[in-house]
């Protein structure tokens, strides 16, 4: 080996070269470069960076996984469940309330890796958070805290489902500390949603149609959401075939056995019968609902009512168009009170649009039958007429009459029907118990309703509810439990936005912060045999957030040595 000196820019750089023969020559190849050198000859050794004198260990999930597991904690999860399934307030080590919890972490964060949850809890920080080690998470634990909470009792041959208790227990806990403003009663919105299932041996799998039509196999899930801060109040579990109205009474019977103060009940125009809005209004509550107008009485009082576009009936302007509103004295339900009749402007021109699309259509198609049906039996020309003119046949009137030459269609449209239809258009009738309020705040309440719709798509979506993948019922029933619990996440934290933003919903402001949160990592690191805490990617949002929800320093660097 060798030592080569060359002289740049001033100094001197070294580098080691080895001498090979090749044949009968000597080659000298470069093998290394040693860097400046200094005074005494020798290269100058470079200062170790920070980085360079440290031993890290692998980096975990941290961001999303801590704010979620604070938001475990603080509504009182893992000590509700276990109270319920165990009698015990708190357990040590593990405990359903542990294993349901993270599964409900991962439900909102990855739900896509729920086939793998063990592996996947193991890539975070839960393990720590939670107190348990690897051992104990595995498929096995994760299904049997499942049976905690709803399990087939062999001795009494009952379904056993701790569900609705704990959910009551949840609200409680969650309301107690977060008042709605001003004392003011509760407004809840109730709907039910169609889940698809792949369990052909599920007791709860039947065939129903859904929201799209469709008859397939499918369990209902009935839900039950505040209207001021979307937290689930309560859900129930149906049958497939069950019908929305027909779990009214099982509802309110539901409310008059808990602890919650009745206030505003908000249902679609769908559950709106007479006994059971009688019965809600026996049990303290009120209700604004839509009717429908398949109704002979909602369709005259409809067609009767000029909903005038002025500035005493405007509402408010949104993506479906500017709406008006007006109370109007009716009989209903058997009793003179005032109900309101509203109108979607966009609605409106939309179904006028529609209605004369369609008949102009019919009448180019009626003209290309007259002109092609010549050999046509009468027979053959009324059962074309009958396709042509399919769900508009109550706006135009079609003859068959015979000539030597054939037959000759006469048609027109009945100008008094498509009349009567227009005052239809885009308007719709609201029932208020509530006789103090005005049209616009009924219009308002009813329209507000559709958090619940949000509340379903982010459930079968973000969370993958659906298909149901469970075959039992007890599973099934377990498994929804799961995901009304991770969407009790979602629901605060979008609450939470709401409040420091000052906005009704913060929905695309809580992905922004999820996915910001998602890339926080942290890294336990030994420096000078000093213990640290590393936490990477924390970007100037996510800091600020934190500190507007109380929790300023979460991601900090920490000494961890101690």
């Not at 030592?3 to 000597?26: H, P, T």
């Not at 059971?276 to 429908?292: F, N, P, S």
């Not at 649009?353 to 053959?380: M, P, V, W």
Request: hydrophobic share 35%.
């Amino acid at each position: 080996m060798s030592i080569c000196r060359e002289k740049r820019n001033g100094k001197v750089y070294l580098a080691e070269y080895k001498s090979v023969r090749q044949g009968k020559n000597v080659k000298h190849v470069f093998v290394r470069y040693l860097g400046v050198e200094g005074e005494d000859g020798q290269p100058v050794k470079k200062p170790k960076r920070t980085l360079d004198k440290v031993k890290r260990s692998i980096t975990l999930r941290s961001g999303d996984i801590q704010v979620m597991w604070k938001l475990v904690k603080e509504l009182g999860f893992i000590e509700s469940i276990d109270q319920m399934c165990c009698g015990e307030r708190e357990i040590s080590g593990m405990s359903p309330g542990k294993l349901l919890s993270i599964w409900a972490v991962n439900r909102v964060l990855e739900p896509e890796a729920c086939v793998n949850l063990p592996e996947w809890v193991q890539t975070t920080e839960l393990p720590s958070l939670s107190g348990l080690v690897d051992e104990q998470l595995t498929d096995d634990s994760f299904l049997s805290a499942l049976d905690f909470i709803c399990y087939h009792d062999a001795d009494t041959n009952r379904t056993i489902d701790h569900s609705n208790l704990i959910d009551e227990m949840l609200y409680q806990k969650w309301r107690s500390k977060n008042k709605i403003p001003n004392a003011l009663p509760e407004t809840v919105a109730y709907d039910m949603t169609s889940m698809l299932t792949f369990g052909t041996k599920c007791t709860l799998a039947e065939n129903g149609v859904n929201k799209d039509h469709v008859n397939t196999k499918q369990v209902n899930l009935g839900l039950l959401v505040s209207k001021y801060d979307q937290f689930p109040i309560a859900h129930f579990v149906y049958r497939g075939s069950r019908k929305d109205s027909t779990t009214i009474p099982n509802l309110l019977a539901h409310l008059a056995a808990s602890s919650i103060q009745p206030g505003t009940m908000v249902w679609d125009r769908g559950n709106a019968t007479k006994n059971h809005i009688e019965t809600a209004e026996k049990a303290g509550w009120r209700v604004i609902c839509g009717l429908a107008k398949t109704r002979t009485d909602v369709k005259k009082i409809i067609e009767d009512t000029n909903v005038e576009q002025n500035p005493q009936n405007y509402v408010k302007k949104s993506k479906a168009g500017a709406l008006y509103a007006k109370r109007v004295q009716v009989n209903l339900f058997g009793k003179e009170m005032s109900a309101v009749v509203y109108m979607n402007m966009n609605k409106r021109s939309s179904e006028i649009d529609s209605r004369n699309d369609a008949l102009t259509s019919i009448e180019q198609e009626l003209i290309q039958l007259e002109q092609k049906g010549h050999d046509y039996s009468e027979a053959k020309l009324h059962e074309e007429i009958k396709k042509i003119t399919r769900g508009w046949s109550d706006y135009i009137s079609v003859q068959v009459k015979r000539n030597p030459s054939g037959p000759r269609l006469e048609w027109g449209l009945l100008d008094h029907e498509i009349e009567t239809a227009s005052k239809s258009d885009g308007k719709y009738l609201l029932y208020s118990t509530d006789q103090n309020l005005s049209a616009r705040e009924v219009v308002q309440a009813y329209l507000q309703k559709d958090h619940i719709e949000k509340v379903f798509r982010t459930m079968k979506t973000r969370n993958k509810l659906e298909p149901l993948r469970h075959t039992l019922e007890n599973r099934v029933r377990a498994i929804i439990f799961v995901n009304v619990l991770a969407f009790r996440l979602i629901a605060v934290l979008q609450h939470r936005l709401c409040l420091i933003e000052k906005q009704e919903t913060a929905w695309d402001s809580l992905e922004d912060l999820l996915k910001d949160l998602s890339r926080v990592e942290r890294m336990e690191v030994n420096q000078s045999n000093n213990k640290q805490t590393w936490f990477l990617n924390v970007t100037k949002n996510v800091k600020e957030t934190m500190k507007s929800m109380g929790w300023e320093g979460i991601f900090n660097d920490r000494d961890s040595s101690g």
